[in-house]
């Protein structure tokens, strides 16, 4: 697959200072798991729009987005973005420890979504 049959392409969210908080969470995980979550970005980026059990928007928070990634050892993780301009750009993510997304979470994609870069 070549760069233009993609859908939507990935951006990272970039802080006032130039941090990717998303790259940099990438980094830390294992290899495996970064080729799990790297796997399921792509499969965003030529299937776009793609629903459950990869990805599904929050009802609660119109314009955002999750990838749902089931990394080893049982963990779970997730990549909160939004579309903005033909681009998928990676806001957020964590490991989930809940059943539930805590509201934490979804408010610092918000406000990284918002514009409102933390730094």
């Known amino acids: 697959m070549t760069d233009d ?16 908080p998303v790259r ?12 799990i ?5 792509q499969t965003l ?8 059990p ?10 955002l ?3 749902r990634s089931n990394l080893s050892s049982g963990r779970i993780a ?3 973005f939004c579309v903005n301009r033909g681009r998928m750009v990676l806001l ?9 997304t805590p509201m934490r979470e979804l408010d610092v994609a918000v406000r990284r979504m918002k514009g409102e870069g933390d730094d």
């Open 92 to 100: 957020h993510a964590f490991i989930k420890k809940t059943q539930k």
């Open 5 to 20: 049959q993609k859908r939507v392409a990935v951006a990272f969210f970039r802080t006032n200072s130039g941090r990717e």
């Open 78 to 80: 997730r990549v909160l």
């Open 37 to 41: 979550v790297g796997n399921d970005l």
């Open 24 to 35: 940099e969470w990438l980094k830390e995980l294992d290899a495996d798991d970064r080729q």
């Open 65 to 67: 987005w999750e990838v």
């Open 45 to 52: 980026e030529y299937g776009w729009p793609i629903g459950m």
């Open 54 to 63: 990869l990805c599904r928007s929050f009802k609660s928070h119109k314009g």
